[in-house]
C-alpha cells in the first residue's frame, strides 16, 4: 500500500501562513505528478498545486502567487507553502499522488485549515 500523510494542518489569522507536508511511502519520482486538493463543505474538492518529477508546477488561479508547491532534496516529502491565507482558503487539504507503475491515484485523509479572525 502506498500510504500518503499530511501534517501542518490548524488555525491561522487572515495574512498568516503555514507549511503542510505530506509524507509519502515512495519517492516522488515514483509518481507521474503529485499534488495538492482541498475541499470546502458543500463544494467540489480542486486541485491547489501540482508538481511533476521534472520539476513542473502548477496552480490554482485563486492562490497563485501566494502558494508554493515544492519537493525537498530526496523528492519524498511534498510541501505546500501557504502564504496570506484568506477566510476562503478554509478546507481540508489533501496530498495526492499517481503510481506510474500502476497508474493508481492514492489519496490522503486530509488536514484541516482553518483561516479565521
Known amino acids: 500500500q502506498v500510504l500518503l500523510v499530511e501534517s501542518g494542518g490548524g488555525l491561522v489569522q487572515p495574512g498568516g501562513s503555514l507549511r503542510l507536508s505530506c509524507a509519502a511511502s515512495?519517492?516522488?519520482?515514483?509518481?507521474?505528478?503529485m499534488g495538492w486538493y482541498r475541499q470546502a463543505p458543500g463544494k467540489e474538492r480542486e486541485l491547489v498545486a501540482g508538481?511533476?518529477?521534472?520539476?513542473?508546477?502548477n496552480y490554482a488561479d485563486s492562490v497563485k502567487g501566494r502558494f508554493t508547491i515544492s519537493a525537498d532534496n530526496a523528492k519524498k516529502p511534498v510541501y505546500l507553502k501557504m502564504n496570506s491565507l484568506k477566510p476562503d482558503d478554509t478546507a481540508v487539504y489533501y496530498c495526492?499522488?499517481?503510481?506510474?507503475?500502476?497508474?493508481?491515484?492514492?489519496w490522503g485523509q486530509g488536514t484541516q485549515v482553518t483561516v479565521s479572525s
Open positions: 508538481i511533476t518529477t521534472g520539476g513542473s508546477t
Open positions: 515512495r519517492s516522488i519520482f515514483s509518481f507521474n505528478a
Open positions: 495526492n499522488g499517481e503510481l506510474r507503475f500502476n497508474a493508481r491515484t492514492y
